[in-house]
């Protein structure tokens, strides 16, 4: 369909319906009042015109879920499913590799770097139990 522009497009007969049509098919979710101030009519005008056009003359907002595209009540930002998941994150053991799933306020909380007390316990000797005390001993009995 072709645009009308300049100040012609009002000589033209079905100029209302035309760019009242095109408007609707370029965004769906446009409201009758701001069709009727980009074309210069009234929103009953639109409204008409959207009736005659057998096209939807409901313009409330329809709300989506931002983090997967399903419905959710008004002005909800996520679903219930998204919304527990953006609750947790995922950080990694330091002794073992591994990913562990926790809750955002205990990983504030609790600043984990193991995924067992067994993965902290081996961590701890090999950093500071008594043969890295007695290497340490060695090292600083040389120094003097």
């Not at 907002?61 to 399903?70: A, I, L, S, V």
């Not at 419905?71 to 994150?89: F, Q």
């Not at 609790?110 to 008594?130: D, I, V």
């Amino acid at each position: 369909m072709k645009r009308l522009d300049g100040e012609n497009r009002r000589d033209y007969p079905g100029y209302v319906t035309l760019e009242v049509q095109q408007m609707r098919q370029n965004n769906p979710n446009i409201k009758a009042i701001d069709m009727a101030r980009e074309i210069g009519v009234t929103r009953e005008r639109v409204r008409q015109v959207l009736k005659s056009l057998e096209l939807s003359t409901n313009f409330r907002r329809k709300w989506f879920c931002r983090d997967c595209g399903k419905r959710v009540a008004r002005y909800a930002t996520r679903c219930k499913a998204c919304y527990i998941e953006s609750r947790y994150t995922f950080y990694t053991c330091e002794e073992c590799g591994a990913t562990k799933r926790i809750y955002i306020a205990d990983l504030k909380r609790l600043h984990p770097r193991f995924c067992s007390q067994k993965c902290q316990g081996k961590w701890l000797g090999r950093n500071y139990g008594s043969k890295r005390r007695g290497k340490l001993r060695q090292e600083l009995a040389k120094e003097v």
